[in-house]
């Protein structure tokens, strides 16, 4: 499907181009059916944060994640980790995480209660599949008072899936059963976004200020469509802003003894977080401190992180503390 000249951003939700329109960003996911809206640079849901040059923001979002599975124990609730990580390495923060079950309420309320709080962005995962239990599409038409539809764009995509896996001899005949059909009923004013992946397309949709987003519960199918079609939308957003991070192994001294340093650290580098991470046993003094900030450009963040490390470092080794920094993780 193309998109004609007439076609407007307020119509068809955006087409991604990297240059401007009006201080608008655009991303168009990969299947040319789902096209997804992004949020301007200057929206009024950006958190206004004080550094020593200029006047940063940073976009709010918040996580809710759905499954009884993730309440009983059962499966760790990866998918927030891996999400945070990444929200937090594309300039933008994460203000909460909430967890909910399967249960149509107690979604609706943990989403309306997220909407109160205005901010940017609402990433759920888990919940759409075509199972009794998958209930987040159910919820958020009910926190944002819309009806369920079948979406022609989400049945297409449907379509087509399983199209490629009878070609696949995944399948033998390409039937679309209610189940299937439960993946394309979406919330009015939602649109789809293409699932490299799995089958279950994810869902975006607008309520007032605040952009939800539903994504798959499966680690796999979720990872892909953020990267795919949430990432590009998120940095466009941040704009510049740059997150960067490093960290120290401490050994031979203790960790309250090490607290005061870090204090001292934080107040001559307020833009600098440090955080200490005991790596064994109370009498075992073994830490690692990790270092981070959110800047204008890269060159800021990592001349505040190191100004804070250097110090750091020394400060420690004056107690008789051994430094090491520790690599990256590739």
């Not at 994504?215 to 795919?228: H, N, Q, R, T, W």
């Amino acid at each position: 499907m193309g998109y004609k000249e007439a076609d407007t951003p307020q119509k068809i939700w955006g087409v991604y181009k990297r240059e401007k329109r009006s201080k608008q960003s655009y991303i168009k996911n990969t299947s040319n059916e789902g096209v997804i809206y992004a949020q301007s640079q200057n929206n009024k849901c950006q958190t206004p944060v004080r550094t020593s040059e200029t006047q940063m923001t940073t976009t709010s979002i918040e996580i809710i994640c759905v499954g009884n599975e993730l309440l009983l124990g059962k499966t760790l609730n990866t998918n927030a980790q891996w999400l945070a990580k990444r929200i937090t390495t594309l300039g933008l923060k994460t203000h909460r995480i909430t967890i909910v079950g399967d249960n149509v309420e107690k979604i609706s309320k943990a989403l309306q209660e997220a909407i109160q709080r205005n901010p940017c962005f609402i990433i759920t995962s888990g919940g759409l599949g075509p199972t009794f239990d998958d209930k987040t599409l159910e919820g958020i038409a009910k926190a944002m008072k819309r009806k369920l539809a079948t979406n022609d764009q989400a049945l297409r995509m449907i379509q087509e899936k399983y199209r490629q896996y009878v070609e696949e001899g995944l399948m033998e005949r390409a039937e679309l059963t209610p189940p299937h059909i439960k993946m394309t009923r979406l919330p009015e004013g939602a649109k789809p976004i293409f699932n490299p992946v799995g089958t279950a397309p994810a869902v975006i949709i607008k309520h007032d200020d605040v952009t939800v987003i539903a994504l798959p519960g499966v680690p796999s199918e979720m990872k892909a469509i953020f990267e795919e079609s949430v990432a590009p939308l998120f940095k466009d957003t941040a704009g510049e802003v740059t997150f960067f991070e490093t960290s120290l192994d401490v050994t031979r001294i203790m960790e309250p003894a090490v607290a005061p340093l870090i204090d001292r650290v934080m107040q001559d580098n307020p833009y600098v977080y440090i955080k200490s991470h005991p790596k064994g046993e109370e009498r075992i003094s073994h830490m690692e401190l990790h270092f981070s900030t959110t800047a204008e450009n890269t060159r800021l963040a990592k001349k505040r992180v190191s100004k804070a490390f250097i110090q750091l470092s020394e400060l420690i080794q004056e107690k008789g503390g051994k430094v090491k920094p520790v690599k990256a993780k590739s």
